[in-house]
């Protein structure tokens, strides 16, 4: 899935034309154009609010533009050639409207695209083009959102809840103008050298004949980010994400399809130097030693209802398949049928309850230097360090401009991923506890005296769950478990190990996590002494979170920079599910590195 693709997914419009592959891209505006084309929009924006009007019609009160401009480096290679070597440019944008008030507007309406419409964006600024074409877009957003607000009124005519909370909450104080004009001219890509290190990566695979495919991917998605409102917003910044990622797959004895990825997150081009070749390399014989290993492993033979230590990697990941959708603010949106409570986040409902152990600590903290490190959120917000969680009683949730029942007011938490969507999202959260913290061979003594006292012999220990922002959906639909009301579908383990009573460990195959409630991070019972820091690039807001099945293609379009800081973390009353299902066939024809 390239560019223009994920922007249809993400914002429900088709994608720009103007999005070609380029040589060697260069801005040739100066930043005065870039200035001027932001003020052209903004001056158009106000228009739109002031003139667009219709008889019966609620007015508009608020709109906004959001617009991207990058240039993605895409390379792929396999077995020691390269597949895709990819220079292109792309730009996209979408409008946004408001009718009403603030009260009571057309946003949060659960069906159609309300009051958002495309914006088509040159490649380079150009203040008429973009007047005219935001002036396009915000008649058909008004279309759109006097439609929704119009349904919207009648599902709330047959409600007999109680006052629902406002629709949004307008501006404190005065708007930030903020602009960083993009300066890719002369900033030549290390394109060849990134090239030849894919090339030597994957020609380590041939050396595993076990591997059905792998594939090492390095992307670099360079955006220029601009957001722009009619209350005086107007901000500019350029961002650099890479990934250099190394996928494979292959299948075990009985047919089941395995795969399995590791990648290297970086917020800058990196130099292609000897350090990183060395690590470059280091990654690709991990996974391929891990892939090999796993399709070796047993099946796991029985269920499992018990403790589970989460080591290292999987302890911050389980915390990103959590709480990272859970503390978001956003409430359920509205539809015909009342509002749709099992979207809302399980959390708003414990707001100022014990959520979980009271010796545990949340802190969400975008000042810190850590890989989710921001200054303005997406609407302009500058955001300050926030406990979610004190001596395990919920104090806050994620909160965009979007109010919800208990909390109104922005802290600074909507976060914007290049395909142009906006949510309450996590930065650098650290979890810290103030006692039961245990060295790991004690940390394991306790697992398993915990799990005798469950009834069982064994226990398990997590050392990776699967990562669906690498490898998109699991291959095998047996190993699906669906989540039902109040429930959070967990990712598959990537590394389960079953630990006995003598201290032998096992790797294990088949095991799915079954879907558990939020009340599971209230069973935390114990916690390692030292901290493991995970970053991460998930997908924003309440829907979004490390569990989500983005795949390689888009793992750097449709997600923000997240950094999760945690301790191994002992969770009680987990289900370990033994997968089942029928496998494929395997090849008729055997590999061709297996002929010897």
């Keep these: 899935m390239m560019f223009a ?14 999005g070609v592959a380029a040589p060697a891209p260069s801005s040739k505006a100066s930043p005065s ?14 228009r739109g609010v002031e003139e667009l009007r219709l008889d019966g019609a609620p007015a508009p009160y608020r709109a906004e533009v959001r617009y991207v401009r990058v240039r993605l480096l895409s390379l792929d290679a396999s077995f020691g050639g390269l597949i895709t070597d990819v220079l ?33 964006v040159p490649l380079n600024p150009s203040p008429d083009y973009m007047r005219r074409k935001v002036w396009l877009a915000l008649d058909t957003a008004f279309r759109g959102a006097t439609q929704a607000y119009a349904q919207k009124q009648a599902a709330l005519e047959q409600l007999e809840a109680d006052e629902l909370p406002a629709d949004y909450t307008a501006r404190t ?20 050298e990134l090239g030849a290190l894919a090339k030597e990566m994957s020609a380590e695979f041939a050396k595993w004949p076990s591997i059905d495919n792998g594939d090492v991917y390095i992307q670099v998605l360079q955006s220029h980010e601009t957001v722009v409102d009619s ?30 990825a590791l990648a290297m997150h970086f917020d800058a081009v990196p130099t292609v130097d000897e350090a990183l070749k060395t690590r470059a390399m280091g990654m690709v014989g991990q996974v391929v030693r891990e892939l090999d290993a796993l399709a070796k492993a047993p099946m796991i033979d029985e269920e499992y209802d018990g403790p589970v230590l989460f080591r290292g990697e999987a ?9 990272a959708t859970e503390v978001a603010g956003t409430p359920a949106p509205l539809a015909d049928g009342g509002r749709l409570m099992d979207l809302e986040p399980s959390w708003q409902k414990r707001y100022g309850k014990t959520v979980m152990p009271p010796y545990i600590d949340l802190v969400d903290d975008p000042s810190a230097e850590g890989f989710g490190h921001f200054e303005l959120d997406a609407e302009g917000v500058r955001p300050a360090p926030l406990s979610l969680v004190e001596g395990g009683v919920l104090k806050h949730l994620l909160m965009t401009r979007t109010p919800n029942e208990k909390v109104s007011g922005s802290n600074g938490r909507a976060r914007m991923s290049p395909s142009l969507e906006v949510g309450p999202t996590l930065s650098n959260l650290r979890l810290e506890a103030s006692q039961r913290k245990m060295a790991d061979g004690a940390l394991e003594r306790e697992l398993l005296r915990r799990a005798r006292e469950d009834g069982y012999e064994v226990a398990y220990i997590v050392e990776q769950l699967r990562d669906g922002s690498l490898l998109g959906p699991v291959p095998r639909e047996s190993a699906t478990a669906y989540a039902g009301t109040g429930k959070i579908s967990l990712p598959v383990p990537a590394r389960i190990y079953r630990l006995e009573a003598g201290g032998k460990k096992t790797l294990m195959r088949g095991v799915v996590l079954a879907p558990a409630s939020m009340r599971v991070l209230r069973r935390i019972r114990a ?24 795949g390689i293609d888009s793992v750097l379009s449709q997600t923000v920079d997240v950094e999760i800081t945690t301790p191994d973390l002992l969770v009680d009353g987990l289900e370990l599910l033994v997968e089942r299902g029928e496998h494929e066939r395997m090849p008729t024809l055997v590999h061709p590195l297996r002929r010897e």
Excluded at 250 to 256: F, I, N, R
């Design 527 to 550: 916690v390692s002494r030292d901290s493991t820091s995970v970053p991460l690039r998930i997908a924003v807001g309440p829907y979004g979170g490390f569990g989500a099945d983005i």
């Design 5 to 18: 693709q994920w922007l249809i997914a993400a914002c429900l419009l088709a994608a720009p034309e103007s």
């Design 88 to 120: 292109e440019r792309q730009s996209a944008g979408v409008a946004e409207l408001r009718v009403g008030t603030p009260q009571r507007d057309n946003a949060n309406y659960f069906g159609g695209e309300g009051g958002l419409s495309r914006v088509d």
């Design 231 to 260: 209350d005086g917003l107007s901000m500019a910044r350029t961002h650099d994400r890479v990934v250099i990622a190394v996928v494979a797959d292959t299948k075990a004895e009985d047919g089941m399809h395995l795969d399995h």
């Design 33 to 46: 154009t870039w200035a001027r084309e932001a003020e052209a929009v903004a001056a158009e924006l106000r």
């Design 173 to 192: 104080g005065s708007a930030p103008s903020v602009r960083t004009d993009p300066q890719w001219a002369g900033a030549d890509l290390p394109r060849a």
């Design 315 to 323: 302890a911050g990941q389980f915390l990103g398949s959590t709480v």
